[in-house]
């Protein structure tokens, strides 16, 4: 079993930036694709970034030249840069493991509002 614990959530004002962090248990990266999504109040868990194995990533367009996946490794640790925040990213975002099994984190909430 592995444990996926975000951080760094909290509230911005419209284009402001945040830094989340998804601590794992242990490290899966070298077998799991890394991933956050977010869901918004009333609406689906959307898929907002992702890191292969292989370090490939992808991005929903409506984060594509804002946000950013990275991993580091010795921290077991995978992080979301989101800048020129809006007040449409406002959503409980979720830290994501799929592979063998699919682990997912308990969510932290941004918002975005001034």
């Known amino acids: 079993q592995v444990q996926l614990v975000e951080s760094g959530g909290g509230l911005v004002q419209p284009g402001g930036s945040l830094r989340l962090s998804c601590a794992a248990s242990?490290?899966?990266?070298?077998?799991?694709?890394m991933g956050w999504y977010r869901q918004a109040p009333g609406k689906q868990r959307e898929l907002v970034a992702t890191?292969?194995?292989?370090?490939?990533?992808n991005y929903a367009d409506s984060v594509k030249g804002r946000f950013a996946i990275s991993r580091d490794n010795a921290k077991n640790t995978v992080y979301l840069q989101m800048n020129s925040l809006k007040p449409k990213d406002t959503a409980v975002y979720y830290c994501?493991?799929?592979?063998?099994?699919?682990?997912w984190g308990q969510g932290t909430q941004v918002t975005v509002s001034s």
């Open positions: 242990r490290n899966i990266f070298g077998d799991y694709v």
């Open positions: 890191i292969t194995p292989g370090g490939n990533k």
């Open positions: 994501n493991g799929r592979g063998l099994n699919i682990y």
